[in-house]
């Protein structure tokens, strides 16, 4: 019995996949036309839309970049928040993620980002 030889390509594809799935099983999750990660993020994102009408908040942003630079002044990572916004009582700024697992990365990413900006990234567990 003569078997048939795969080629490169079908050997670097790998076998069929059904589709791509978050290792920690989040779900993306589409609302107002805006595709989130998870649907605890888009959840939240409705919250946070809900609290800005009321007045609650302003400026609510999404997926901002924060570069995160070392002692020596030199950009050492960049975190990428899923919300930025100012808390209208105070008119402070807040930066926040949802989280169901807090990784080894994000606990570096959020003390460097204590270090640089003064302030805790505020953390939603689902």
């Not at 059904?18 to 888009?42: M, R």
């Not at 020596?72 to 949802?98: H, I, K, L, Q, W």
């Amino acid at each position: 019995m003569k078997q048939e030889r795969m080629t490169a390509a079908e050997y670097n594809a790998g076998p069929a996949k059904p589709g791509k799935t978050n290792k920690y099983g989040a779900k993306k999750t589409t609302l107002d036309g805006i595709t989130f990660d998870s649907k605890a993020e888009a959840a939240r994102y409705a919250s946070l839309k809900q609290m800005e009408r009321c007045g609650a908040i302003y400026n609510l942003r999404l997926q901002t970049w924060h570069e995160l630079k070392a002692a020596n002044g030199a950009v050492a990572c960049r975190y990428r928040a899923d919300f930025d916004y100012f808390d209208t009582s105070t008119g402070d700024p807040v930066t926040e993620d949802v989280k169901g697992v807090l990784t080894r990365d994000f606990k570096i990413k959020a003390k460097l980002f204590r270090e640089q900006y003064g302030r805790e990234i505020k953390v939603v567990k689902t």
